[in-house]
């Protein structure tokens, strides 16, 4: 056989069938994203751009509530709120009512065609409206259906509503987040909401790589946050520790931990007694490692606020960034403490291609710019082409999929159906 006839075949191939790249190994994964807000919407965030095809199935004439949620109430007003915006690039938008018979059939339709379906309603509402996992598994046995909630599918707590704050409180985060004085304080971001939408991802891709596929994931927003609290969890129920707030302060080594420069906090982090040795030869203060309180790690975390309070009185006469470099420099991992403005324009993050930029998007009309995935593969950061997409945008493309004519969207449209 001729070298270029190989070649020719071996593109048709991977045109034909569409063999996933390295860079988008979810390629030829059709997912039906049902969810709201923030924790579903993630979760898809981060199965698109590794190349699954994510049609964001949304309430007809109302959509995703994030549409109506963010700092410009102009967007809100338009239904592409910058809180949807940041989580729903390279997604496409149907809409359906699933209260509605025929609405509820096209769905069921779609899920024949789906590998996966997301949704994060209260335990029992999908049943309600019949397309709940056991209809869904006998429309498509392989269905992957992943059911993220506040507290999971079972126990005492499923019927109660769960947002982030909810969830921050009833985890424990907000008890150990602060000093003495704060705490009990919110986490700055949603963070519930993201960790258990980040466990959903990692969860429906464990699935996809199941032979024969097919699966219930129930994912509950406490238990995600709850996993990620490891340390503190394990220092309680091993060790017997009562978990606290530390402020700034880190409880396991010191010096660790955010103290005053001249211009604002500076982050170190000198764990190893060699670290302690290089920070206190470069600050001048070569005497504090013959003070008993400081001559070993566990002295030091003792006496770590007296600590604290002699290493910024020659911090404080200095830059916080200019401290940062030197004991980069020396091996003393150290860091100023930054805002998310002056982060995001630091050429570690700009030109890294974590941002992708989306110019005149529909339904905003002007330029808009969001974030990615944090992820690199083989040196390049997984994508998306298309921009957050206006309620119902695709509604033409995947309905016509299934052999209907602009005049039924017409009329499933006048009859509620979508």
């Known amino acids: 056989m001729p070298v270029w006839f190989r070649q020719i075949l071996a593109l048709f191939v991977l045109s034909y069938f569409k063999v996933p790249t390295v860079n ?10 049902l969810t709201n807000v923030l924790a579903g919407p993630f979760c898809c965030h981060q199965l698109v751009h590794f190349g699954a095809e994510v049609i964001k199935v949304e309430a007809a004439g109302r959509g995703d509530l994030a549409r109506q949620l963010g700092a410009d109430p102009e967007l809100n007003g338009k239904g592409m709120g910058i809180s949807f915006l940041a989580q729903n690039a390279g997604k496409k938008s149907v809409s359906v009512n699933l209260k509605n018979p025929d609405g509820r059939a096209l769905f069921l339709k779609l899920v024949e065609t789906a590998d996966v379906v997301v949704e994060n309603f209260r335990p029992g509402v999908m049943d309600r409206l019949k397309v709940g996992y056991g209809v869904l598994k006998e429309v498509k046995p392989q269905i992957i259906y992943c059911a993220i909630s506040g507290f999971g599918q079972d126990g005492p707590w499923i019927h109660r509503p769960a947002y982030d704050q909810i969830i921050q409180g009833a985890s424990g985060i907000m008890s150990i987040t602060g000093d003495s ?30 032979n024969p596929r097919g699966s219930f994931i ?14 503190v969890v394990s ?46 030869t470069h600050l001048g203060l070569d005497e ?52 998310v403005p002056e982060v995001l324009s630091m050429p570690q993050i700009a030109d890294r291609d974590f941002l992708a930029e989306f110019e005149n998007v ?9 974030v990615r995935t944090g992820v690199k593969i083989d040196g390049k950061a997984p994508s998306v082409n298309a921009p957050p997409p206006v309620l119902g945008e695709h509604n033409s493309e995947i309905w016509k999929e299934f052999g209907l004519t602009d005049s039924d969207l017409v009329e499933l449209k006048n009859g509620g159906a979508i």
């Open 24 to 33: 988008k190994p979810l390629q030829n994964i059709r997912v039906l994203d």
């Open 181 to 210: 004085d704060s705490a009990p304080l919110r986490v700055g971001y949603p963070i519930a909401d993201t960790v258990g939408g980040m466990t959903a991802a990692f969860a429906i891709s464990a699935a996809l790589n199941a």
């Open 218 to 231: 129930d994912v509950s927003m406490l238990e995600s946050v709850l996993a990620t609290m490891g340390w």
């Open 235 to 280: 220092n309680h129920l091993i060790a017997g520790v009562e978990p606290e707030p530390h402020g700034n302060e880190n409880p396991t080594s010191a010096p660790s931990g955010a103290f005053e420069a001249e211009d604002g906090l500076v982050n170190i982090a000198a764990n190893k007694d060699e670290q302690w040795v290089l920070l206190t």
């Open 288 to 339: 504090l490692r013959d003070q008993p309180e400081y001559a070993t790690r566990e002295a030091r975390k003792k006496n770590q606020l007296a600590l604290k309070v002699e290493l910024e009185a020659v911090l404080k006469t200095r830059p916080a960034r200019d401290w940062a470099r030197e004991l980069n420099r020396i091996g003393v991992p150290a860091g100023a403490v930054l805002t």
């Open 362 to 370: 529909p339904g905003v009309d002007r330029n808009i710019t969001v």
